[in-house]
């Protein structure tokens, strides 16, 4: 963890503005004589938990928008123009010695404080969800006390959402039994009443799950759902329907989807998989992160993007595609993702490469529709990430970095140019004319089979092209969303028709089983 600065290490630094556009790059720099010393660069990838972000960048909604940041002793709030002019900077009190989080809502800011109760004293207030108005007048607060939590915003991250007059807050607490575990309450902004609690550890029961190492809450569309990585039981990353309204009424018998599964013993997290985000569109809900084969063939991490329909609750109703596939022996390996919503039926993607550990200094970007497939090519920039989740400001995609006595303030156009994936990542699904995508991924097929990595770690076209020649034939497995063994078992009038034909079963699925909604996964 890095050292947090006070108030007191204030020095002279630059702050640099760089832009991208997907032809080319813009810079630009400007120095603040009122800069704080932090570090928070890099910070957003993580390998086993991840944590409560220290920074923030928040659209004020009148042209300007904030560096929100947590000092240790004090949050920051500076405030610049699109021009990043620094209008203003204040702080604001540390009301609890533990910081929980910060969030921009629509007609509120909120910071989350907490302190430790080891002692389990049922009336010892252990968070506090803090209101403010958009330009930082205290308005009220809401207080939890007790809530089975020994240490608050313990093991992973805090995520909020709102729907009318209710903010719902999910964040991790070690319970009194020392059990790392999923909290979540629903306060009135109104009256700053709190709804509802949920602080035992239930499982799928009620999506209080334990051993969680990030999670993510939403909604804004009158619908409670969240997303948890879990690396205990259930041993998946989760997708959780609740049934109630959003009303601030969450505490119901909930329906669950396994967004991804992970193999490996409890409490293990052997795919180096990730969660960076999770939106939901018109149609879909979206879980945005980064895992390698589960085989253990390879270091490289690959971006993944996992829907499932709003109102579906079953795991084989999941659809997963690869948005890279960085082959064993490849430079640049993907790290935790973020992701921003442009409307309901957009968003782009950003990440960073490394070379092992090494920092490439490059970030890539690419746009998504709302069904989780790619709208645009890659596109590519210097720079870097930090803990700050980039935000949509002016038609920008904004965040900054800090590097000692240095700020950087990123961006890039949130316009999608309508640039269609290459040829080459087209060829990856379509051979002759037929299109593959039902069957196969070209991410998935080259990180389950080493040979296919060796021989087509480079070319896209050639390995769909031995996966149609030679794959389907000898049953091999192409795509997350088909499993030519389990559709097999699945049906016996296909095995009666077919019998040992592997071929026969992807195009059966293809030109028949997938709109029968026929099940092709175990």
Known sequence: MKKRHGRLAVLLAAIVLVTATPLALHAASKTNSKAIVTNNIHDNDYSARKRVANSYVVDNLNGTFS??????????????????????????????????GFWGGASYNYVLFGQDNTGRDPGREVMR???????????????????????PFYGCNTDFSEYGDTVFV????????????????????????????????????????????????E??????????????????????RYNAPGNGNFISWCNTADALALPGAYGTNTPGTSIGGYEVSAQYRLVFGVTTPYDGSSPNRNIFIASVPKN????????????????????PSATTPYVVKLNNDQFVVVWENRNGYAETETINYVFVNGSGQLTSQIYTMSG????????????????????????????????????APSREARNAIVNRGTDYSKVYDY????????????????????????????????GRQGSENFDPIAYKNNYADLRRAYGDDWRQYYIHFMNFGYDEGRNARW
């Open 129 to 151: 969800l803090v209101r403010y108005t958009k330009d930082w007048k205290r308005l009220g607060s809401t207080s939890l006390y007790g809530c089975n939590t020994a240490i």
């Open 384 to 419: 870097c990430l930090s803990d700050c989740q980039p935000i949509l400001f002016n038609g920008k995609i904004v965040w900054y970095t800090t590097n000692g006595a240095k700020c950087t303030v990123y961006s890039f156009s949130a316009v999608n140019s309508g640039v």
């Open 67 to 100: 560096r929100v940041e947590n000092m240790g002793d004090i949050v920051l709030i500076e405030t610049y123009n699109n021009y990043l002019t620094l209008l203003g900077q204040q702080f604001i009190a540390m009301e609890m010695p533990v910081f929980g």
């Open 219 to 240: 909604a804004s569309d009158g619908a409670v759902t969240a997303v948890d990585h879990c690396l205990g039981d259930p041993h998946a990353v989760v997708a959780t």
């Open 312 to 331: 579906s609750d079953r795991t084989e109703d999941v659809r997963i595609a690869y948005a890279t596939g960085y082959a064993y022996g490849d430079l």
């Open 170 to 217: 999910r964040t991790g607490h070690m319970t009194y039994d020392g059990q790392q575990a999923i909290l979540t309450f629903s306060a009135r902004n109104s009256d700053h009443a709190l709804l509802q609690v949920q602080s035992d550890v239930t499982g799928r029961s009620y999506g209080a799950y334990a051993d969680s190492a990030a999670t993510f809450i």
């Open 443 to 474: 991410a998935y097929y080259i990180n389950r089979y080493p040979d296919m990595r060796v021989l087509y770690g480079k070319d896209p076209a050639g390995a769909l092209q031995h996966f149609v020649q030679h794959g389907m034939s000898e």
